[in-house]
């Protein structure tokens, strides 16, 4: 098992750096640079911010140097926030980005979770189609409708809960949490229920109901373990989405984390902030993909003898 | 069921959430009695160093903690004393005495020197500080060969310490805005011992900016900086005028998205919008005693013609094209009657300057235009791109434009939305037909709207090169007389502009805000400038927010 | 499932065209499924005769009238440039459906057999195909696609295949990890033992008993295409104005959901309409499909 980590951590670091590569010549491919802005800009000005940021060098310098200050865990200057450096920006955001991330994926596993397991015990009746179909509805529900619709309620009509901000005012994580949480819900719910109706024609849950055990241990003994595997291998690419996909939700309730960052940092052409957000969120993919492969792993009861005898 | 237990619990507790929180105190009553603006500012501020940011929302912020030697009057535009108490020039007009107020003192009470001026415009003119505004200081003396890399010894800039607080500014030539210049951040003092203390005068990098580190000089200062949070000013009691400045503090919030700073304003969160999304114009001006306050602003909204192309290289066709803009339609229906056909690339009423209508709405005219262009009815029409940068309001004027095009000329228009760094880079490589642009005015001076269109200026970008015009803007201007001589070169100049037809000028700007009653002291100005020392907020009015 | 479908479910195991066949039979029972089709099949013969049946021409303004309500005149109402909300919607379909087909198509292809490759090969092939999915994964795609829309021009088909490209990712490794659990089950093994070749028995054997978490996942691409769709039209890198998309329009209509519902509410429905026959239609066929639950 020790052994399994330790090389897939191994692997992660060509991947990070085949990322990083990649990324710092793609950006360098769009048109368009850092200090471009609606007014134009001297020619000696433009001169002066390059080399003060090294873009004056030769892309292959550039590169080496970005990979030097990297080891020593520098990832530079911001381009778009003189004064800031991409470290401070995403010491800054990470707080808020995990913290939405964490409840927003609460929300999503105990709806989702719920509503997926008690549609898969009577497929096909009442008690499938209606979490199913709300289930749709989360789905379709863009959160830049979803959002706004929710804010106009419990924000502006209600009067219940603030409608914008972070921590600022109480309950103003309620909302953002709920939205971000809700399309996640939904895709767990679906794929809970698929995973659920698959282990529940397997044999050794007909074994556990001849065995004579009720109905709600069988699930939660023998089917649950099994029907969450699906739902498990989407978690981890869901958390690296929850840390992306929450622009829209940061965007429209102000919330002041990563994903507002690093949407914009690629429309600013802020290049270490890019590669800085991009290297920090491979980092992230990579541990949660390999946490829920672990995850899953031990969910699988075949695949966990295969890790014992490692 | 261990499941449904757990539901219960968490299902309790959400509500208990719920309720706890509802009937909280607004930040609009609360920030009433405590005397604190709460302002939405439009975005996070790239950063506070007057010498190194650009941008409308750290215009908002550099200028509530630091002053100017003269500052604007909101109710006027005039200057009126700032740093300097007074100023006078010389009889040719082209040096300035600037006298310090003696009481001027930075926020950690060193008093403020003409020393400090020179200093930092050498520091704002330094070529290697890369500061985007530098230009702002061309018309003084030796700025523009400084900060080119012309001429290396700062020292021959013409702007001297006479004594303490004696500052001699020598221009170029007489220069009838650069008093107003003075108001904008790019010309304001920093504190040399801070900044050195944090790095190299020209360091962009450095933490001099920091709430615990800034020095400032103007009726606030910097008391909390969270980042995509909130930025908090207190009332600085260094301030040389404090006895005038009634906020006891003033909290910015970066509202990046409009249709949730309308809706934070609805909900009590903000006193004051910077802008509102255009469908809520009508609900808001039907309400009594609105909130909504629209005023002209010195800003053109126009296209930019890349007269190198065809079919656009043709004047016929630029004129063409022009005459079929149905300006009042659009303002009225699209625009939400929320902004002013214009005509020209001035805005009307920049302090007395009434710019030329040199041409009209007209169909028959545009249409026998084209024809005479070679395009009768539009038969033979190689197709028009419109280009655009990604924005709600931008699509809306693009695909009106398009449809008036295509039905009154009958010809073939396309638009291309790109997103704002490739349209940028589109405009400056001139790699477009007709592009959106618009342009705000730094200073109330058709100057700064008349001089975009010199040969190969850095803002032209539509290929447009007049000797005759540069010779107006450059040379017979600044050496007018009188007002109404210069005016009226101006006016000579602008006719030319809108005969050959470069840009086409759609609509002047307004400026559109949600303001909450209680917040005194904000007139509506063509700058749309606000300064934060005259404003204040009644505790009589009712905090109503116009529901 | 029923019990009638005995013998011809042991020869669909030889017979993939009888394994259509019988699917068929099956999801005819299924009623809500047959409405999703029936749906789906309105939806795309709609949208292809769009441009000879559509009320109005979808540039057509009238600036002066702007936004109205339904009426008889326009039966959805009208949006801001007074354009006709059905046409816009009409012609928004024929955009949707086709990023939703044709992207999660080619998200499908890509995902599964990369997935069930990796799957079955298992160890060092196993951990280099999925690392290069992680790399992937962990590309900035916005950039990725703002550089397509660049390099190559603005056109709808790169978009299609940019979306399909970021999409497989996640189909590729729901895949992966099916085909690892079924590669251990008992009959898969026998296959093996029989000396089946990899390719037979992954197309045999491993798919169709993957099909159902396959085919939920799809009619969830489905949807979660269509709304990057808006979202990057929304951001200028997709749709050009004035083309329009089912997205495009509720996101422009969520932003005036107080002053104009009706901009709102009838795109809403198209796409929810779409979006649940799809589900309908996906869980009938998952059902169909199942052998595993036929062999009962």
């Not at chain 1, 044999?203 to 109901?209: E, F, G, L, S, V």
């Not at chain 2, 001429?151 to 221009?171: N, S, W």
């Not at chain 3, 326009?74 to 024929?94: A, N, P």
């Not at chain 3, 008993?209 to 979660?224: E, K, R």
């Amino acid at each position: 098992m020790w052994r399994f980590i330790g090389i897939r951590l191994l692997q992660a670091v060509p991947v990070i750096l085949a990322v990083i590569t990649v990324t710092f010549f793609l950006v360098r491919m769009a048109p368009g640079g850092p200090f471009d802005s609606e007014k134009a800009v001297m020619p000696e000005v433009k001169a002066a911010l390059e080399a003060q940021y090294r873009l004056d060098l030769p892309l292959p310098q550039q590169y080496l140097a970005y990979l030097g200050d990297l080891t020593k865990g520098d990832l530079g200057p911001s381009f778009k926030y003189p004064g800031r450096d991409v470290n401070e920006l995403i010491s800054a955001g990470l707080p808020v980005t995990a913290e939405l991330g964490i409840y927003a994926l609460l929300v999503a596993l105990f709806l989702g979770g719920i509503s997926g397991v008690v549609a898969s015990l009577k497929p096909n009746t009442a008690q499938d189609y209606i979490p199913m179909s709300l289930a749709m509805i989360g789905i379709c529900m863009p959160a830049f409708l979803f959002g706004p619709l929710l804010v106009l309620v419990f924000g502006i009509y209600l009067e219940w809960l603030p409608v914008a901000g972070w921590g600022d005012i109480p309950g103003d994580k309620i909302l953002p949490s709920i939205t971000l949480g809700t399309a996640y819900a939904a895709y767990i719910a679906r794929l809970g229920r698929a995973g659920m109706l698959e282990v529940m024609s397997q044999d050794y849950i007909r074994t556990a109901r001849a065995k004579g055990l009720p109905e709600w241990q069988v699930v939660t003994r023998h089917a649950l373990r099994g029907g969450m595997i699906p739902v498990v291998a989407f978690l981890g690419p869901a958390f690296a989405g929850l840390l992306t996909g929450s622009f829209v939700v940061e965007t429209i309730f102000q919330v002041p984390g990563l994903g507002r960052f690093f949407v914009q940092a690629a429309f600013n052409r802020d290049y270490t902030m890019i590669l800085g957000s991009t290297v920090f969120l491979s980092t992230l993919i990579v541990l949660f993909n390999l946490l829920s492969d672990i995850l899953a792993a031990w969910m699988n009861p075949r695949l966990r003898a295969q890790f014992g005898g490692r | 069921m261990p499941l449904n237990r757990l539901k219960t619990l968490v299902v309790l507790v959400f509500f208990s959430t719920l309720v706890a929180c509802g009937g909280g105190e607004s930040n609009v009553s609360s920030g009433n009695r405590e005397g604190i603006l709460h302002y939405g500012n439009g975005s996070e501020p790239q950063g506070l160093d007057p010498h190194v940011v650009t941008g409308v929302p750290e215009n908002h912020l550099i200028r509530a903690l630091f002053e100017g030697l003269a500052v604007k009057n909101p109710y006027t535009l005039e200057p009126e004393p700032g740093v300097a108490e007074s100023w006078d020039f010389s009889e040719d007009g082209r040096i300035i005495t600037f006298h310090l107020n003696p009481r001027a003192k930075w926020s950690n009470g060193d008093p403020m020197t003409a020393q400090d001026y020179v200093w930092s415009w050498q520091r704002a003119l330094n070529p290697a500080m890369g500061n985007l505004y530098a230009y702002m200081l061309f018309p003084v003396k030796n700025a523009k060969a400084y900060a080119t890399g012309d001429l290396a010894d700062p020292e021959q800039l013409g702007v001297k310490a006479l004594d303490k607080l004696t500052l001699q500014v020598t221009l170029n030539e007489p220069t009838p805005y650069f008093i107003q210049l003075m108001d904008h951040y790019s010309t304001f003092a920093v504190h040399r011992p801070t900044i050195e203390k944090f790095g190299k005068s020209t360091d962009r990098f450095t933490k001099w900016t920091r709430v615990e580190n800034m020095v400032s000089n103007g009726a606030f200062k910097l008391s909390q900086w969270r980042l995509n949070r909130r930025i908090v000013m207190e009332k600085s009691t260094t301030y040389w005028d404090a006895d005038k400045v009634k906020l006891n503090g003033i909290v910015f919030y970066p509202t990046e998205n409009i249709v949730s700073e309308e809706r934070m304003f609805r909900a009590g969160q903000l006193h004051y919008t910077q802008v509102i999304p255009l469908e809520k114009i009508p609900v808001y001006q039907a309400m009594e005693n609105t909130p909504y306050v629209q005023a002209p602003y010195l800003g053109t909204y126009f296209f930019l013609i890349n007269t190198k192309v065809p079919p656009v290289d043709d004047v016929r066709v630029r004129q063409a094209l022009s005459m079929a803009v149905d300006r009042d339609t659009l303002a009225a229906t699209v625009m939400q009657k929320s902004v002013y056909p214009a005509y020209s690339i001035t805005p009307p009423g920049a302090l007395g300057y009434k710019p030329p209508k040199v041409f009209g709405y007209d169909l028959e005219k545009a249409r026998a235009l084209l024809a005479e262009a070679g395009y009768p009815n539009g038969e033979g029409w190689p197709g028009l791109e419109i280009t655009y940068n990604t924005s709600e309001s931008h699509r809306k004027i693009a695909v009106a434009l398009q449809q008036m095009w295509k039905e009154a000329l009958d010809i073939e228009v396309t638009i291309a939305n790109q997103e704002w760094k490739v349209y940028l880079d589109s405009v400056t490589q001139m790699n477009f037909q007709v592009a959106r642009r618009g342009w705000i005015g730094d200073y109330v001076d058709p100057n700064n709207f008349l001089d975009l269109y010199l040969t190969g200026g850095g803002n032209n970008n539509t290929g447009f090169a007049d000797p005759h015009y540069d010779d107006l803007i450059l040379r017979k201007a600044p050496q007018a007389k009188s007002r109404e001589e210069r005016f009226a070169i101006f006016t000579e100049a602008e006719t030319m502009l809108m005969k050959e037809m470069p840009i086409i000028p759609v609509y002047t700007y307004t400026s559109k805000h949600l303001i909450n009653p209680s917040v005194r002291g904000v007139p509506s100005n063509l700058m749309d400038s606000i300064n934060f020392k005259y404003v204040w907020l009644d505790l009589e009015t009712k905090t109503g927010t116009g529901e | 499932m029923s019990n009638d479908t005995t013998i011809s479910d042991i020869a669909t195991a030889e017979h993939g065209t009888s394994l259509w066949k019988d699917a068929w039979i099956r999801l005819k029972k299924n009623r809500l499924a047959l409405f999703g089709l029936a749906v789906l099949t309105l939806f795309i013969i709609v949208a292809l005769l769009t441009p000879w049946i559509a009320p109005y021409g979808y540039e057509t303004q009238d600036l002066d009238l702007g936004a109205t309500p339904p009426s008889a005149a326009h039966w959805l109402g009208t949006d801001i440039f007074g354009r006709d909300l059905l046409t816009l919607i009409m012609y928004g379909g024929r955009i949707s459906l086709a990023v939703g087909f044709v992207a999660t198509t080619v998200a499908l292809l890509i995902g599964v057999t990369y997935g069930a490759i990796a799957g079955y090969a298992g160890g060092k092939i196993d951990a280099a195909m999925m690392r290069l999915v992680d790399i992937l994964y962990a590309l900035p795609f916005m950039i990725f696609i703002v550089l397509l829309m660049v390099v190559f021009g603005r056109n709808l088909l790169l978009l299609f295949l940019a979306i399909g490209a970021v999409e497989w990712l996640t189909m590729a490794r729901i895949m992966r990890s099916q085909v690892q659990s079924l590669r251990q089950q008992e009959f898969v093994e026998a296959a093996v033992s029989l000396g089946l070749g990899p390719a037979t028995i992954i197309r045999r054997h491993i798919i169709p008993n993957a099909l159902g978490p396959i085919i939920v996942y799809t009619t969830l691409t489905i949807p979660s295409v269509m709304l990057l769709e808006a979202f990057l039209s929304f951001l200028g890198l997709g749709v050009q104005p004035p083309q329009t998309s089912w997205g495009l329009l509720i996101s422009y209509g969520a932003e005036t959901m107080e002053e104009f519902p009706w901009l709102l509410i009838f795109p809403g429905l198209a796409l929810s309409l779409t979006l649940f026959s799809l589900n309908f239609l996906g869980d009938g066929l998952r059902d169909a499909l199942d052998v595993r639950s036929s062999k009962d």
